[in-house]
Structure formats: structure tokens, C-alpha cells
């Protein structure tokens, strides 16, 4: 029986403790990251791009969303705490298709979900935590709105959008969210959000002064190409790694050295 709960975000807020957040999207990587010093991962919609070739988190699906959620929890073997997305317009069509959806990701080894914004769809955070579903939620630069914020930028750059954003964050803390993700927002702007409520904010793209951070698997280790947007820092190389294995391997059997004598059956 796993230990793991929202207790975790409460004490880490309370103890000044940063939170260290990792998105997963398959068991052999979850595996992995049980074995480290990651408090918590998200199966993020960020799956539709990274694992699914799409060029945006809006063509992830509740059946993707499920499938993955579903092996990353079986890799965790309850060793963390797992939050998976809502996928794209999933929380906009009324808070009993929201329920269903959230139900489906909680089934499949999710702890808790997580939604992007707030703006339309207040009554379906309340719904949610009033059913006993812990919500996570994300303001600022929100994937799946992108388009309608002009791209993926920075937001909350002047002082209209500055206090658009405090007032976000409130309302989601007053709703139950039991913790907030911030994205792209200047540093100043995720050090006072982080100062005025009292759950847990987790930044990707906001500034030290939030009471954590996330950063996608891949991108961290170095294994999405080209990408590289200010907020990431590549903690490894794998991608020229791979590579470079994989290379190797293709010689070894060109040169036939590979089987070798030893890894040969008599």
C-alpha cells in the first residue's frame, strides 16, 4: 500500500523544503526515477509531443493520457506521488464529463490530476476536490491555450497581467488546488505568488523563489534535439550518447564481433 500523499506538498510548504518534480511518460523511465531523490512526477500532455511526434499538447487524449498514466504508475511500484493531466477541453464540457475524465486518470495510478487555468471552469475545480479528487493547478503560460496567448512566451509582463495572475492564484487556492504550477512568468511575479499563498507553487520557467520545480524527463536529459528555451538547464547528454551506441552496435555486427563466442548458445 503506498504512503505517498498531498501531505507531502503541505510539509514541504511548511518546512521550506523545495519540491523536486519530473515529468514520466513510461515504466522504464519511472523505474528509474523511483530510485532517485524526485518527490513527485507528472505524466504530463507534454506526452502527445515528446512520445507521439505532435506538435502540440493539444492532440493528447484521455486514452493516452490513461495508458501512460497507467505504466508510469506501475514503474513507481507507489514510491512517489503521480499527478497526470487533464487533457485538452476534458475539464470544459461540465463537471460530470470532468469527474469521468479525472476518475479514469485516478484509476489508472494517478494520486492526483492536474488542469491548466481557471477562467470558465471554476465550478469543475470545485467540483473536482468536493469528490475527493486532488487538483493541481497551472497558470501563466498554459500549453493548451497557447495559440489563444499568442505562442509559447513569457506572460505576466506588465502590471495588468501581473495582478490577472495574483487574483489566478488566489481564486485556485480558495477553490482547494492543493498546489499550483507557475510557468514562464518573470521571477518576481512566481516569488510573490509563492509569498502570498499559502499552498505550494512549483515553477518551470519562474524563478528560484518558488517552492519548487518541474522540468520534462527528456529535456533535462538532454534528449530533445535543438530544444532549449532560456528556463532549461540540460542536466545531462544523452541524445549524442544514444547515438553513439547505437552506432557502435551497428559495427560490432558489421565487423562480426558481435555475438562474441560468450554470448553464443552451444
Do not use: W
Request: neutral net charge.
Amino acid at each position: 500500500m503506498s504512503t505517498v500523499s498531498i501531505d507531502l506538498f503541505r510539509r514541504s510548504k511548511i518546512e521550506g523544503r523545495k519540491i523536486k518534480m519530473v515529468t514520466c511518460y513510461d515504466a522504464s523511465m519511472a523505474r528509474i526515477v523511483a530510485g532517485t531523490e524526485v518527490d513527485t512526477v507528472l505524466v504530463g500532455d507534454s506526452v502527445a509531443m515528446v512520445q507521439h511526434g505532435f506538435d502540440s499538447t493539444i492532440h493528447a487524449t484521455t486514452e493516452m493520457m490513461v495508458l501512460h498514466t497507467a505504466a508510469v504508475a506501475r514503474g513507481l511500484g507507489g514510491k512517489k506521488f503521480l499527478v497526470a493531466d487533464m487533457p485538452f477541453t476534458t475539464f470544459r464540457k461540465g463537471t460530470a464529463f470532468a469527474l469521468d475524465t479525472a476518475a479514469q486518470l485516478v484509476r489508472a495510478g494517478a494520486h492526483a490530476v492536474k488542469l491548466e487555468g481557471i477562467q470558465g471552469h471554476e465550478d469543475v475545480v470545485k467540483h473536482l476536490v468536493d469528490s475527493g479528487v486532488p487538483v493541481m493547478g497551472h497558470i501563466g503560460l498554459t500549453p493548451q491555450l497557447a495559440l489563444a496567448l499568442g505562442g509559447h512566451k513569457v506572460q505576466g509582463r506588465d502590471a495588468e497581467a501581473v495582478e490577472k495572475f495574483c487574483k489566478e492564484a488566489r481564486d485556485l487556492e480558495r477553490l482547494g488546488v492543493f498546489s499550483l504550477v507557475l510557468e514562464c512568468v518573470p521571477a518576481h511575479l512566481g516569488a510573490r505568488i509563492s509569498g502570498e499563498l499559502q499552498i505550494p507553487t512549483i515553477g518551470i520557467g519562474a524563478g528560484v523563489n518558488t517552492d519548487g520545480q518541474v522540468l520534462v524527463f527528456n529535456d533535462m536529459l538532454g534528449m530533445s534535439g535543438s530544444f532549449k528555451p532560456k528556463f532549461l538547464r540540460r542536466f545531462a547528454e544523452l541524445e549524442g550518447g544514444i547515438a553513439g551506441a547505437l552506432n557502435a552496435y551497428c559495427r560490432a555486427v558489421d565487423e562480426k564481433s558481435f555475438p562474441s563466442e560468450s554470448e553464443s548458445y552451444t
